[in-house]
């Protein structure tokens, strides 16, 4: 293992683990399972990251991030890069992030096997009171990633980060 | 040579495609019926946007050409290859539910056949688009079926809506003289095959909802954008969307 500075690559992960998502403030971007790459390069530390969504607004902002946390805790000059060939689903959020996520008030997206249908989509567990008797509003939210629900039961609307 | 012209040519038509129904879909941005279709259409349209930007990119990186933005904001109407169908502007609720019905399937059936793609970048990218255009199809399935299934006025209108808008979706398929060589070297298989599955699940869906499909028997009444050849309503569409840019094309934002 190369490492610079006496930095190893297991610390830039948990360095990594403070950058949040900004639409998200509670999740990490390892728990959303975006960086898909961590490496020393010559002199400089290379980050891959895969997009949630191609039309993210949040992405150079990501990155920003994601280069100034590594720069200013190593000292180490770092480049982030987009993946471009990895496919980002939900199904790479950790389980550690979908619990976050449903303690934020978002329901986590039910794994992909699941299938993505109107009908698969419609019932969602509130992740308030964990009522099955929700309906779904419409399958787009405030950010690109989410849809919007209704609980019957606690009488809340809610969102959910849709299953992609 | 010619093999990068012809993917070239592939690229801008889909990026540009994207750019200006993500560009119209917007206009309905605080008008929509209900709130839902407000911003249902407003995602749908940044992710269009999004999808535009990402094309523009794999011209710029492995191709050499001029910057995203440049490309989005700094055209002539001629060097545009958008079909006519993403031209016309938004009209009532039901032609716009309509257009986005036959637009985001043949999008669905085009990225699909693209995550074949021998041509990396574009496989890469489909793979990732297919997913978000499947929530841009079910969400069009959904209202129109609603539509036609709702009362005898909402039935008559999308089932105009249809009949109007059908024969300029054909716009679509226009084929490229370069073609052959997407075929031949597994890029893409080609507009007549897009179509034919594009028809197929369209027919399929319009008959399950009980509504008729158009027969139509000019194919190619619509064609020419691919070929830079547009409707009267792209010009005043890109001089709204340029406006801003055109100020001080060169401004760091």
């Known amino acids: 293992m190369v490492e610079t500075n006496n930095i190893s690559i297991e610390q830039i992960w948990t360095l990594l ?119 779904l509003r419409s399958t787009f939210g405030s950010t690109l990633c989410r849809a919007m629900h209704y609980c019957n039961s606690c009488k809340q609307s809610f969102e959910q980060f849709k299953p992609i | 040579m010619e093999n990068n012209i012809a993917i070239k040519e592939l690229i801008l038509k889909m990026a540009d495609d994207a750019l200006i129904i993500g560009h119209r879909n917007s206009e309905w941005t605080g008008i929509g019926p209900v709130l839902e279709e407000d911003i249902a259409f407003s995602s749908m349209s940044q992710d269009k946007i999004g999808h535009a930007w990402a094309l523009y990119m794999i011209l710029q990186e492995p191709f050499g050409d001029i910057d995203a933005d440049t490309k989005a904001f700094n055209r002539t109407e001629k060097e545009f290859t958008c079909c006519h169908l993403v031209e016309y502007p938004i009209g009532e609720y039901d032609f716009s539910i309509m257009r986005h019905f036959l637009m985001d399937k043949a999008e669905y059936h085009r990225y699909d056949l693209l995550t074949q793609s021998s041509f990396l970048p574009l496989q890469h990218l489909s793979k990732k688009v297919k997913g978000e255009i499947k929530y841009h199809v079910m969400h069009a399935e959904t209202w129109v079926e609603q539509l036609a299934k709702g009362n005898e006025e909402s039935k008559a209108r999308i089932q105009s809506a249809l009949d109007y808008a059908y024969p300029i979706a054909l716009s679509i398929f226009e084929k490229s003289d370069n073609e052959e060589f997407l075929k031949n070297e597994n890029i893409f298989g080609g507009e007549e095959a897009l179509f034919n599955l594009w028809h197929e699940d369209v027919k399929k869906h319009i008959e399950h909802y009980g509504l008729k499909m158009p027969s139509v028997t000019d194919m190619n009444k619509h064609y020419g954008g691919r070929k830079g050849y547009h409707t009267e309503h792209l010009a005043p569409l890109l001089k709204e969307m340029t406006e801003v840019f055109a100020l001080d094309p060169k401004a760091e934002w």
């Open chain 1, 17 to 135: 683990e403070a950058v949040k998502d900004p639409e998200i403030p509670v999740l990490s971007l390892v728990d959303l399972g975006m960086i898909t790459g961590v490496a020393f390069v010559e002199e400089h530390v290379e980050i891959k990251m895969a997009p949630t969504f191609t039309g993210c607004p949040a992405l150079a902002y990501m990155q920003k991030q994601i280069k100034n946390q590594i720069e200013k805790n190593t000292g180490i000059p770092t480049e982030v890069i987009i993946d471009k060939e990895t496919q980002w689903t939900s199904d790479n959020i950790s389980i550690a992030g979908k619990e976050k996520l449903k303690k934020f008030g978002i329901a986590p997206p039910m794994k992909k096997a699941c299938g993505i249908s109107m009908q698969s989509l419609k019932y969602v567990p509130c992740p308030y009171c964990n009522s099955a008797d929700t309906v």
